[in-house]
């Protein structure tokens, strides 16, 4: 919108980095595939090693899909967070999404055995932590938009989400004191976060409702750059506050919440991309904006897998140690580099 | 042009302002009969807390009268739809709060956010108008400088510009001289000025600057706590209106220099 800049080099960079990054996450593994089976299994020919194109076809390739979802669907929650905050430190997890996801797998895992038989037998069907994450999410939005419609300044939205995140992390560890060791570490490993083990059905069942969540975005990017000038600037320039307030809490929850109820929760991308991408975009103009953090966050997210792998070993790290090892120093950097983050 | 009338931009009829907080109301001022004309620059003066910023709160509907109405170009404001308001009246606020990531052109163009489609693209038209304004404050030569690398009388004129891209009859501006010092004061307030003369728009700004606001203003507007009055400058200085503006027991107010001076 704002000035003719466009910017095309870096994006027609970016995409080629993407795609590289794209490739060599699938090409990297705990088994180790040629390069040259690797593109013919994706691109329909047959392979003589049906395990490889097993494991290409049903596992790095979703696997790989799963991370440019997760990476650029956190990254763009982040990047509306912050307008809509206007505070560099808001991330996606703010509005308590994540300790709403959190809270409702507990319940799932830890729960079962304090209200007894009917949650043990949900307990087996894979779908259950996804449903009881978003769930969990979904009601802790609720909430948070029930309160929005009431309380008209922003801040004490974020604060009163910062408290449901209180409550929820109350309620997780009166049910972790009272559950077994077992079921303690079935929740723990649920908070390593995973990008795998994401059949065809569940990732389109995903991909639908990230496609929802991208299309509000974009469709929020004129009410974004008006906010940029403060709510009281925006309502004089026309604009329903309260409208697209919730048009924008809707759509980061919808990323967000979906991405956390099938990947588990994933630190620091939703809050380090924006930042990162402002250093090279020196825009605040959310046209320019979106996809950009699209990009760097599906490109940061498949270095993370890769390395989560541990390439030529049999070990898998959790990602969300990894996204946090990578983002905590990029947030420190930018920090001592610029002085002061902005929005 | 001389015969033709020019017409009233803002008008208040018996306006009441204050507060109502569960059914319990809290009068600042009553009586309010302003009539703004089209190309008038006027100030509104008043002691801290008299309610000057209510007064200007109310005017641009962010708050709701006790009674009384508000019209800009003999409509209701109530029956303005947001972006109809947004049209014909803009604002300069207090507040410094907006991303400074911005740079100047970008938060200039913002300013047509009414006008653009839904994604907010520029047209030339406006892209035309940006320029026009960047011309009008002369901040041309700051477009692409970021909003934080700008003094605080440059972002002034820059807010002022946003305002004047929005192309609207009104503009409404919340003591845009705190902060600045007594060049750039006289230097914003001349600007006014000059836009008004300029664009025939209406502007109107709250000041503490009376005696600036007495030498360039069209038409000033007192708040004190017995009524508001408006007027030109010599008729509110020969009928006294200045002097009851602040409690007399330090300052009083010397009606041949304009301005008030430290009783000695």
């Known amino acids: 919108m704002l000035e003719a800049k466009t910017y095309r080099k870096q994006f027609a960079i970016l995409t080629l980095v993407l795609c590289i990054c794209f490739f060599v996450n699938i090409g990297l593994g705990s088994v180790s595939i040629p390069l040259k089976s690797i593109f013919s299994s994706l691109f329909g020919g047959t392979l003589d090693n049906e395990s490889w194109q097993y494991i290409v076809r049903n596992y790095r390739l979703p696997k790989a899909l799963v991370a440019i979802i997760v990476g650029s669907g956190l990254g763009i929650s982040g990047l509306l967070m912050q307008t809509l905050f206007r505070n560099p430190l808001a991330g996606p997890f703010v509005l308590g999404i994540s300790s709403g996801a959190s809270l409702g797998v507990a319940l799932v895992i830890m729960g079962a055995s304090i209200f007894g038989g009917f949650l043990s037998t949900m307990l087996l069907s894979q779908w259950s932590l996804v449903i009881a994450a978003s769930l969990g999410s979904f009601l802790v939005l609720l909430a948070v938009v029930t309160v929005s419609i009431r309380v008209r300044d922003t801040m004490a939205i974020l604060i009163i989400g910062l408290m449901f995140g209180s409550i929820t992390a109350a309620i997780v560890s009166v049910l972790s004191y009272f559950s077994s060791a077992e079921q303690l570490q079935q929740y723990i490993f649920w908070g390593f976060g995973s990008l795998g083990n994401l059949s065809w059905n569940e990732l389109s069942v995903l991909f639908i409702i990230y496609l929802i969540g991208i299309g509000l975005s974009m469709y929020s990017i004129k009410r974004l750059n008006t906010l940029l000038l403060g709510e009281n600037y925006a309502k004089s320039l026309g604009m329903n506050i309260q409208n697209s307030r919730l048009i924008i809490i809707i759509a980061t929850s919808l990323l967000a919440g979906t991405i956390t109820a099938f990947a588990g929760p994933i630190a620091f991308i939703g809050l380090a991309i924006p930042h990162l991408t402002r250093q090279v975009f020196k825009t605040s103009n959310h046209k320019i904006l979106l996809p950009a953090v699209f990009l760097y966050g599906a490109i940061v997210m498949l270095i993370c897998d890769s390395i989560a792998q541990l390439p030529m070993s049999d070990y898998t790290l959790p990602i969300n140690a990894i996204t946090s090892l990578i983002g905590a120093p990029v947030v420190i950097w930018l920090l001592v580099r610029q002085r002061k983050m902005m929005f | ?264």
């Open chain 2, 1 to 264: 042009m001389t015969e033709q009338k020019k017409h009233i931009v803002l008008k208040t009829n018996n306006l009441s302002i204050g507060y109502r907080f569960k059914k319990e109301e809290t009068i600042v001022a009553t009586n309010i009969n302003i009539e703004l004309k089209q190309g008038e620059l006027v100030g509104l003066v008043g002691a801290n807390g008299i309610g000057k910023s209510t007064l200007l709160r109310t005017l641009t509907r962010v708050q709701p009268p006790l009674s009384g109405t508000v019209s800009i170009d003999s409509k209701l404001i109530d029956d303005y739809s947001s972006l109809d308001l947004a049209k014909s009246l803009s604002l300069v606020l207090t507040e410094h709060s907006f991303s400074k990531n911005l740079t100047v052109f970008e938060l200039i163009a913002l300013g047509r956010q009414p006008y653009t489609n839904w994604i907010g693209n520029l047209s030339n038209n406006d892209k035309s108008i940006v320029n026009q304004v960047m011309q009008q404050t002369s901040i041309e030569t700051l477009q692409h400088k970021k909003c934080y690398e700008l003094s605080d009388g440059q972002l002034q004129k820059v807010m002022i510009a946003r305002a004047l891209a929005q192309d609207t009859a009104l503009i409404i501006l919340d003591e845009p001289t705190t902060h600045l010092d007594m060049y750039h004061k006289a230097y914003i307030l001349n600007l006014l000025k000059t836009l008004a003369n300029d664009t025939k728009k209406t502007i109107l700004f709250s000041s503490h600057e009376i005696d600036l606001a007495i030498q360039l203003c069209d038409k000033l507007i007192v708040m004190t706590d017995s009524q508001v009055i408006s007027g030109t400058p010599e008729a509110l200085i020969s009928n006294g209106s200045f002097n009851t503006l602040f409690p007399e027991d330090l300052i009083v107010f010397d009606s041949n220099s304009g301005s008030f001076k430290v009783k000695k």
